[in-house]
T-cell receptor
């Protein structure tokens, strides 16, 4: 299974954009890039996923490098409720198996 | 739409006792997953079901852990006997495949403490 590398922690100020990076240099052609987040004392929550093109939804945007070896999750205006651990995960189409790493712990300052 | 339901939310037992966790997935989701999450770590997959069939149980410690998903809906994960190292949060998730992708929806988890 392909591996992802994320910074252990990041800080942001409230109402500012946040760019969370993820490196996945061994990604295969069929791997989707998924982002989940986990708020304190809750189960993980789906954020966004993509294959090759940039993606937008109501929660975030996903920017995927042209060579697909890295991606960036963009929160356009961080709020205190966005403080969470963000996981970048690669997954093929076989049953949706997710292998979680350590993730990036995002803290948001008022 | 109701989310994934798990019970109990918390469980404290003494070592060597049995314990069971229950999960009700989102209606219509054929795929069900059980994960274990140790403190400060990401979740680790224990077992994945497609309907009532366990299709990936390679990470399930089969000497003491068992799981079932009768009728392809609800699922139960059991530990017998529990050990101190089993203290963790046990998460259930469900998904269905759309456009080739499984988006997983997680329950709140059961926090198990083994004394």
């Amino acid at each position: 299974d392909a591996k992802t590398t994320q910074p252990n922690s990041m800080e942001s100020n409230e109402e500012e954009p946040v760019h969370l990076p993820c490196n996945h240099s061994t990604i295969s052609g069929t791997d989707y890039i998924h982002w989940y987040r986990q708020l304190p004392s809750q189960g993980p929550e789906y954020v966004i996923h993509g294959l090759t093109s940039n993606v937008n939804n109501r929660m975030a945007s996903l920017a995927i490098a042209e060579d697909r070896k890295s991606s960036t999750l963009i929160l356009h205006r961080a709020t205190l409720r966005d403080a969470a651990v963000y996981y970048c995960i690669l997954s093929g189409t076989q049953g949706g198996k997710l292998i979680f790493g350590q993730g990036t712990e995002l803290s948001v300052k008022p | 739409e109701a989310g994934v339901v798990q019970s109990p939310r918390y469980k404290i037992i003494e070592k060597k006792q049995p314990v069971a966790f229950w999960c009700n997935p989102i209606s219509g989701h054929n795929t069900l997953y059980w994960y274990r999450q140790n403190l400060g770590q990401g979740p680790e997959l224990l077992i994945r079901y497609e309907n009532e069939e366990a299709v990936d149980d390679s990470q399930l410690p089969k000497d003491r852990f068992s799981a079932e998903r009768l009728k392809g809906v609800d699922s139960t994960l059991k530990i017998q006997p529990a050990e101190l190292g089993d203290s963790a949060v046990y998460l259930c998730a469900s998904s269905k495949r759309l456009a080739g992708v499984h988006t997983q929806y997680f329950g709140p988890g059961t926090r198990l403490t083994v004394l």
